[in-house]
């Protein structure tokens, strides 16, 4: 049983990752400069904030599970490393979880009249993606590594 939530909580991490990857790939295969890119971006940022929110939701029940199954393994004793890289996975989820709640209104900000608005709100939402895709390589790492503690 660990184990298989072990993986289900690191497969949501990468579905995260993953949603975010698609859609700097999808970005970068349309360009924002034209109209056709923007409409792309409006089409598919509303999924992948979705997707990420879904993720991060899994990634939290399923922390708390793995926190609790480790806890009774080790009668809740746990090392200092355990808890200080537990505390940069938590970290890492809250940089992420900002990030996500800057897609949203990043996201809203694509159907706006301004053109310039548009523009800056679809390099935001390529930002953001791409830092969620950082802190989440950085929490799987992290989470590896936990595996050894």
């Not at 904030?49 to 009668?75: D, E, K, Q």
């Not at 809250?94 to 897609?103: F, K, N, R």
């Not at 930002?127 to 590896?144: E, T, V, Y």
Request: aromatic share 8%; net charge positive; charged share 15%.
């Amino acid at each position: 049983m660990r184990t298989t939530i072990l993986w289900l909580h690191a497969l949501g991490g990468v579905a995260w990752i993953g949603a975010a990857a698609v859609f700097l790939i999808a970005s970068s295969a349309v360009g924002i400069e034209d109209e056709e890119g923007l409409a792309t971006m409006r089409r598919i940022a509303p999924a992948i904030n979705r997707i990420g929110l879904a993720a991060m939701l899994f990634i939290v029940v399923s922390g708390i599970v793995n926190i609790y199954i480790a806890g009774t393994m080790r009668r809740f004793a746990f090392s200092n490393a355990f808890v200080e890289l537990l505390a940069l996975k938590i970290a890492a989820l809250s940089a992420m979880y900002v990030l996500l709640s800057l897609s949203w209104r990043a996201e809203a900000n694509l159907a706006s009249s301004d053109d310039s608005q548009n523009h800056r709100a679809a390099r935001r939402l390529i930002m953001f993606n791409l830092a969620i895709i950082g802190f989440g390589g950085i929490a799987l790492l992290l989470g590896l590594w936990l595996l050894g503690t």
